[in-house]
């Protein structure tokens, strides 16, 4: 099976642009999370989402949303980017059940903002 | 406020030597994992934890849950450079279904 799928891998945007970052989760798992890393720091949480409904939000600005599909893929949006935007964005998808909360990574986009 | 605190933050060894890292919090969690991120990598998992005072071993690491259920330690025996990375703990709780985040050991093996 494959693994959780990130697109694109590397992206540079300018500052004022938006970005859309894309997830894929294993086959079988219905919960999506995003985090936002920064060098040398652990994962900070933005979003999660299970079943197309977003379940917990992090200490983000608006500027931050996404979604999930019906086929439980999910997309990261922000927009007017600023340059402390740059960081390595990580989704994680999971089978969403009281023992089974293992998040299972994707590589990550690593997003400049110049 | 920083739920799981992890230490130490940064740990520099030479290969051979043995090393612990903690994982500790005032909080119950119903489970707690430890991941392992190389640079510009995703976490991976490395195990799940899930009784009070429960041990479990990985080749060289060992990891153990606190009785109570609010700690947890990794232990590596000899350790040696490919064990270099960011060490991650992640806690869940019965009152929701979202991951609680540590910091982070950043640990170096010397050859």
Request: charged share 20%.
């Amino acid at each position: 099976d494959a693994g959780v799928t990130q697109s694109p891998t590397h992206l540079i945007k300018t500052r004022g642009q938006q970005v859309t970052l894309r997830c894929s989760p294993i086959s079988g798992h219905k919960s999506v999370s995003w985090y936002q890393q920064v060098l040398g720091q652990g994962p900070q949480f933005i979003f999660q989402y299970y079943e197309k409904e977003e379940r917990g939000r992090g200490n983000f600005p608006d500027r931050f949303s996404a979604r999930q599909f019906p086929n439980y893929s999910s997309e990261l949006n922000v927009n007017a980017l600023l340059l402390g935007d740059s960081a390595l964005y990580l989704c994680a998808s999971s089978r969403d059940s009281a023992l089974s909360l293992e998040a299972f990574f994707g590589q990550g986009t690593r997003l400049t903002v110049v | 406020t920083q739920l799981l605190e992890q230490s130490p933050q940064f740990l520099s060894i030479q290969e051979g030597e043995n090393l612990t890292v903690y994982c500790n919090s005032s909080s119950v969690f119903s489970s707690l994992q430890w991941y392992r991120q190389e640079p510009g990598e995703g976490p991976v998992l490395l195990v799940t934890v899930v009784t009070g005072g429960e041990v479990k071993k990985l080749k060289r690491l060992t990891f153990q849950f606190g009785d109570a259920r609010k700690d947890s330690s990794l232990h590596i025996t000899a350790a040696q450079p490919g064990d270099t990375g960011l060490y991650l703990c992640a806690g869940a709780r019965d009152s929701n279904y979202q991951l609680i985040w540590g910091a982070g050991t950043k640990l170096i093996i010397k050859p």
